[in-house]
């Protein structure tokens, strides 16, 4: 489906930090957007983890394409607890969104994914790409429970009868609504990080984020997947020098890596190192990243918060 026509679009998550950048995007584009979700404030007011309560807000409605980008999450998970809830959106939550938007006539449905979902370990210095293996088995039940949420949403997304499924897997976000907890606590001293060693993560500035999801509306292929980030991967450790440089903040303490193991969650994507390619989003969807490093975002960011 490649037509730039406007779109009557129903957006899951659309009042969370990277739904409100979907939906500026989407309109900027010309896209009519419905929120759905559970705050007021939302054209349909539904949890998607109630299927007979999503179906009956839905009932009657008619959407081209639906946008899954529902996360539970309400500030960045330490432990892997604080991601329960969203492993399980990420499956009951996205059948339960795939069944409305059939019941709306949509033919297209774009999801929301990520990086971590080729695996939390170290993938060496090449370029993870789109024909590499997806949500292998966990290397233990925790990592297994996260491995399997995003497994399943993209199964979900790409075996959707009827659907045009798309998945976007972006790398770690920053940026405005979501740098903001970083700042918070470098403030206050409260997060430590250690030593890099040659890690490397992918990152993606939010904005540039929703500009992707609006290309892949209406150019990404059907039963497709992308990586979506932005040309320099970074350290956890580097990205958060780059913003207390950024922002005039004390450096995050050095700390050993065991010394993170209570926050679980965070320890794992510590450990981890990732390098992905975007050729395929670039070539595809027409998108290029306004921000091609973390610094460049950062300092876009400040200039903003400084106006």
Not at 8 to 34: E, F, N, Q, Y
Not at 236 to 243: K, M, S, T
Not at 266 to 279: I, K
């Amino acid at each position: 489906m490649t037509t730039n026509q406007s779109q009557s679009i129903l957006l899951a998550g659309a009042s969370g930090v990277l739904g409100r950048h979907i939906a500026r995007a989407l309109t900027d584009a010309g896209h009519k957007v419905t929120g759905l979700g559970r705050s007021e404030g939302n054209g349909v007011r539904a949890d998607l983890m109630d299927r007979d309560a999503l179906l009956r807000a839905v009932d009657g409605q008619h959407f081209d394409t639906v946008v899954h980008a529902a996360t539970a999450l309400r500030k960045p998970p330490m432990r892997h607890r604080d991601m329960y809830a969203t492993d399980a959106l990420r499956i009951e939550g996205t059948a339960h969104l795939v069944e409305a938007a059939r019941a709306t006539g949509a033919r297209r449905f774009v999801t929301e994914s990520m990086v971590f979902g080729y695996g939390y370990g170290d993938f060496g210095d090449r370029p993870i790409t789109e024909d590499d293996e997806f949500g292998p088995r966990g290397t233990d039940p925790e990592l297994e429970r996260h491995l399997a949420g995003m497994r399943a949403k993209e199964q979900l997304t790409f075996e959707a009868a009827g659907l045009e499924g798309i998945a976007l897997r972006f790398g770690l976000f920053y940026g405005p609504g979501g740098t903001e907890n970083i700042l918070t606590l470098l403030r206050k001293r409260q997060l430590p990080a250690p030593a890099d060693h040659g890690r490397v993560l992918p990152w993606v500035e939010l904005t540039d984020a929703g500009r992707a999801v609006a290309a892949a509306v209406v150019r990404g292929r059907p039963g497709q997947a992308y990586n979506v980030a932005d040309r320099t991967p970074l350290g956890f450790r580097a990205h958060l020098l780059c913003v207390a440089e950024e922002f005039g903040l004390p450096r995050p303490m050095t700390v050993p890596l065991w010394l993170t193991r209570p926050m679980s969650y965070a320890h794992t994507m510590f450990s981890a190192s990732l390098r992905v390619s975007a050729e395929k989003a670039e070539r595809e969807l027409g998108w290029t990243p306004a921000y091609p490093s973390s610094r460049d975002g950062l300092a876009a960011l400040r200039a903003a918060t400084a106006r």
